[in-house]
């Protein structure tokens, strides 16, 4: 009986490990992405060429944000065309990081509430 008690013990461990890296990675830090949206972002969110929503623009950023940072930062990743314009994957920066992306959506949601 204690050997599987502990087996229980040591599973739930290595869950709630595993479950932390998971929440851990959907953490953004918008103050560094900052610094990715002044380089990568601004070309189109400044001006909102191909119907990009402008940084600040709260009514064009409401329904956006209202689908979660996981839908936004998804998006921003891989690219998407919607019915005013498209996201190029990473903003047509391949040499962002996944983290980076996530960073400057986080900014943007922030800049955008």
């Known amino acids: 009986m204690s050997r599987f008690v502990s ?47 402008k940084l600040g623009d709260k009514a064009a950023w409401a329904p956006r944000i209202a689908q979660g940072m996981d839908i936004l930062v998804s998006k ?13 994957p990473k903003g047509g920066n391949p040499k962002l990081t996944d983290a980076e992306v996530g960073n400057a959506v986080a900014y943007i949601v922030q800049q955008s509430k």
């Open 7 to 53: 087996a229980a013990f040591c599973a739930l461990f290595v869950f709630s490990m595993s479950s932390a890296n998971a929440s851990a990675a959907t953490t953004y830090n918008a103050s560094a992405g900052k610094a990715v949206y002044d380089v990568s972002c601004t070309n189109c969110h400044k001006m909102g060429i191909m119907g990009a929503p």
């Open 76 to 88: 921003s990743i891989k690219g998407f065309q919607g019915k005013k314009g498209m996201m190029m």
